[in-house]
């Protein structure tokens, strides 16, 4: 019997605060989700930046065909940021914009600071995942520092729940797309996934 290989997670950090609770969190769900048996990769912007993406150089820049290299190997994308002004951190912003091919057929899961409720957020991340032929999970997951989060704690049960249910969806419903999705590769019935075959 074959043995199903372990789901590729990448967490990325949107946040270049040092102190960033949004850091917490998605190194909380990282752990998590290795104890389960995913691969997880942490993708932190503040101590891996990438420069502001041009689409005339930025691909051939020093670096980043090693992470072009992790983020296809992924089968699942965790997306933290904060919420400013109702909207994605620059940060995330722009390491989205490098990517897009890459994305095709996984699935993005979405973790928001905010003190509102980061409905905004969470739909330009779905909006992105959509843009770029991914799946989104039906729900994003919000909390605000000092009520869910403190030094670096998670302090509130129900939001701890909330981050359990995250982490079981993303490995249910990870490793069944990342399943589906190499079926379709392998294939030669028409699907969204047919452009993303190797010639």
Same mark, same amino acid.
């Not at 290989?5 to 998605?26: D, F, Q, W």
């Given at each position: 019997?074959?043995? $199903?290989?372990?789901?590729?997670?990448?967490?990325?950090? *949107?946040? @270049? =605060?040092?102190?960033?609770?949004?850091?917490?969190?998605?190194?909380?769900?990282?752990?998590? &989700?290795? $104890? @389960?048996g995913?691969? $997880?990769?942490?993708?932190?912007? !503040?101590?891996?930046?990438? /420069?502001?993406? =041009?689409?005339?150089?930025?691909?051939?820049?020093?670096? +980043?065909?090693?992470?072009?290299a992790?983020?296809?190997?992924?089968?699942?994308?965790?997306? *933290? $940021?904060p919420?400013? #002004?109702?909207?994605?951190?620059?940060?995330?912003?722009? +390491?989205?914009? #490098?990517?897009?091919?890459?994305? /095709?057929?996984? !699935? +993005?899961?979405?973790?928001? %600071?905010? #003190?509102?409720?980061?409905?905004?957020?969470?739909?330009?991340?779905?909006?992105? %995942?959509?843009?770029?032929?991914?799946?989104?999970?039906?729900?994003?997951?919000?909390?605000?520092?000092?009520?869910?989060?403190?030094?670096? =704690?998670?302090?509130?049960?129900?939001?701890?729940?909330? @981050?359990?249910?995250?982490?079981?969806?993303? #490995?249910?419903?990870?490793?069944?797309? %990342?399943?589906?999705?190499?079926?379709? &590769? %392998?294939?030669?019935?028409?699907?969204?996934?047919?452009?993303?075959?190797?010639?």
């Open positions: 019997m074959t043995e $199903t290989p372990a789901l590729r997670v990448m967490a990325v950090v *949107g946040s @270049l =605060n040092r102190t960033s609770s949004t850091r917490a969190v998605i190194k909380h769900v990282a752990g998590q &989700l290795q $104890t @389960l995913c691969a $997880t990769d942490i993708l932190d912007l !503040l101590d891996e930046p990438l /420069a502001l993406f =041009n689409p005339d150089y930025s691909r051939e820049a020093d670096g +980043f065909p090693k992470l072009k992790r983020v296809e190997q992924a089968d699942v994308y965790i997306l *933290g $940021t919420d400013y #002004h109702g909207s994605i951190s620059s940060a995330m912003k722009n +390491f989205l914009d #490098h990517f897009w091919h890459e994305f /095709a057929g996984k !699935l +993005f899961a979405t973790i928001v %600071a905010s #003190h509102e409720k980061g409905l905004t957020v969470t739909d330009q991340l779905r909006t992105v %995942a959509r843009q770029c032929y991914a799946w989104c999970l039906p729900y994003g997951v919000a909390f605000t520092e000092g009520a869910d989060v403190k030094d670096d =704690n998670i302090i509130n049960d129900a939001f701890a729940r909330r @981050l359990e249910m995250l982490v079981h969806d993303v #490995h249910s419903y990870g490793r069944a797309l %990342a399943s589906q999705r190499q079926a379709d &590769l %392998a294939a030669s019935v028409p699907g969204f996934m047919a452009r993303h075959r190797s010639k």
